[in-house]
């Protein structure tokens, strides 16, 4: 059984949609920043700051391997995992990419009051124009997109009604 792969910008679903799959399917939902913190013992911002983003993307493309591997598993991506074409190949190798698509506003009406730091860090302008030139590239690594405006539940219901 392929994996499904969530990906999409910040605030799209990906976290509540993979949950409600998860139970659902019965597979195994797994968070691949989650996972990288505690294969590696820590976290992302940590290594960041400390290792620089160079370093956190060739974790985070081991990471892609060592899950690729895997079968049956509901895997919800960070908004930059997909960018990387490599991760998005060996994420594809072994699932379906499901790219779960919504208009910035709505993303915005979600993140707006969070405390991550690409929201912490850039004006709402300046979000809109990283979401802008993202939408490309998420579309291109889809192999199923999603309105992601809808409720979480409807979402689920047609990523399992499109992937059976």
């Given at each position: 059984m392929?994996?499904?792969?969530?990906?999409?910008?910040?605030?799209?679903?990906k976290?509540t949609?993979?949950q409600?799959?998860a139970?659902?399917?019965?597979?195994?939902?797994?968070?691949?920043?989650s996972?990288?913190?505690?294969?590696?013992?820590?976290r992302?911002?940590?290594?960041?700051?400390e290792?620089?983003?160079?370093a956190f993307?060739?974790?985070?493309?081991?990471?892609c391997?060592?899950?690729?591997?895997?079968?049956?598993?509901i895997?919800?991506?960070?908004?930059?995992?997909?960018l990387r074409?490599e991760?998005?190949?060996?994420?594809?190798?072994g699932?379906?990419?499901?790219?779960?698509?919504?208009?910035?506003?709505a993303?915005?009406?979600?993140?707006c009051?969070?405390?991550?730091p690409?929201v912490?860090?850039?004006s709402?302008?300046?979000?809109?124009?990283?979401?802008?030139?993202?939408a490309?590239?998420?579309?291109?690594?889809?192999?199923?997109?999603?309105?992601?405006?809808q409720?979480?539940?409807?979402?689920?219901?047609?990523?399992?009604?499109?992937i059976?």
């Amino acid at each position: 059984m392929k994996n499904i792969v969530l990906f999409g910008f910040m605030g799209c679903g990906k976290s509540t949609v993979g949950q409600l799959l998860a139970q659902q399917t019965g597979r195994t939902l797994l968070d691949t920043d989650s996972f990288l913190e505690q294969k590696y013992g820590r976290r992302i911002a940590d290594i960041f700051a400390e290792d620089g983003e160079d370093a956190f993307r060739a974790m985070e493309t081991a990471v892609c391997r060592e899950l690729s591997d895997r079968r049956g598993l509901i895997l919800c991506c960070g908004g930059g995992t997909v960018l990387r074409e490599e991760n998005a190949a060996i994420l594809s190798q072994g699932g379906t990419m499901v790219f779960l698509d919504i208009p910035f506003a709505a993303a915005y009406a979600r993140i707006c009051g969070s405390d991550r730091p690409l929201v912490r860090n850039n004006s709402k302008e300046t979000l809109e124009q990283i979401f802008l030139s993202r939408a490309p590239v998420y579309r291109s690594r889809a192999q199923l997109t999603v309105d992601a405006s809808q409720s979480p539940k409807q979402v689920a219901d047609a990523i399992r009604n499109r992937i059976k």
